[in-house]
């Protein structure tokens, strides 16, 4: 009871956000920059930006699990880069966006680690590491 | 009277090689043909991978960015003087040629093996349109598209 009306009185713990921006190198097939680092528990606002002006190749930002790339990678080439909404590989995933778009996405930061992202319809070449501290 | 020849030979050489001199040492946008000489490799590497994976229906799309990039080298080298312009154009036709056979080939019954050996003629094709360009612009046709490749295999 004490333990509960203590815990009525405690100020939640303030959010953190961190915002995050990541665009292709152009018409290249990359990510830049290719390694990203946010803390554990921070809500993340990432902003993908597609830079391309010549290919019209269509690009997203889509985040895994440590240890799963090589899965999400054949994921994304069985699905031709669209990956089914309930995908368990998925953190979170940008929607797909054509040369000059920029789309964003929000998620909460996982525990630490180190957690690879690709670009769903290129996830042999556009590959980078988001780096959650503790 | 075999002396007196020999300067006129000698000019005659150095126009010569005045000429053959690598006209992109003189190029009025060469960042932007680089830039177009990367973008036909790395398109023409996407080809071989779908062609590897059997991903046949895929190529009329890489056949489509294959243009993309081809017609980002025209841009590139419209203000160049008319003869190199010209002989530029004539081998990018023939490799956009080339890369819609294999599109074309990938419409009727694909077959990865004869693919394959067409997507060998199309980098020859394209091999002989980079010659036109000095070595420090053109991409090494054996790197993989992207810069980065990614994460470390401990991340894999």
């Given amino acids: 009871m004490l333990a509960l009306l203590l815990g009525c009185g405690r100020k939640p713990k303030p959010e953190q956000v961190v915002d995050l921006y990541i665009e292709s190198d152009g018409d290249f097939l990359d990510f830049l920059p290719d390694t990203l680092t946010c803390p554990t528990g921070a809500r993340v606002r990432l902003t993908f930006h597609h830079a391309g002006k010549i ?29 089914p909404q309930d995908d368990p590989l998925v953190i979170a995933t940008t929607p797909l966006c054509d040369k000059g778009q920029t789309v964003m996405v929000e998620f909460i930061a996982p525990r630490a680690g180190d957690y690879p992202f690709v670009c769903g319809t290129h996830p042999e070449d556009m590959r980078g590491i988001l780096r959650i501290t503790s | 009277m075999k002396i007196k020849r020999i300067p006129a030979l000698l000019a005659t050489i ?21 830039t177009a000489l990367r973008l036909l490799v790395q398109v023409s ?16 799309h890489e056949n489509m960015e294959y243009h993309e990039a081809a017609d980002a080298l025209r841009a590139a080298v419209k203000d160049e ?19 819609q056979k294999i599109s074309d080939m990938s419409a009727n019954a694909p077959d990865a093996d004869k693919l394959m050996a067409e997507h060998a003629k199309a980098v020859a094709a394209m091999n002989a349109l980079f010659d036109l ?24």
């Fill in chain 1, 55 to 83: 290919i019209s190749a269509r690009h997203d930002w889509v985040l895994t699990y440590p240890g799963r790339l090589q899965a999400l990678t054949k994921d994304c080439l069985d699905h031709d880069g669209i990956l």
């Fill in chain 2, 81 to 99: 003087p008319a003869a190199f312009k010209n002989k530029a154009e004539t081998r990018l036709k023939a490799a956009v040629a080339e890369y």
């Fill in chain 2, 133 to 156: 360009f000095p070595a420090d612009l053109r991409p090494d046709p054996n790197t993989p598209p992207g810069r980065g490749r990614g994460p470390a295999p401990a991340a894999n």
């Fill in chain 2, 45 to 60: 590497n996407d080809f071989k991978r779908q062609i590897t994976a059997k991903n046949f229906a895929r190529l009329p």
């Fill in chain 2, 14 to 34: 150095g126009v010569a090689l005045l000429v053959a001199s690598p006209i992109a040492a003189q190029l009025k946008s060469p960042d932007d043909v680089k």
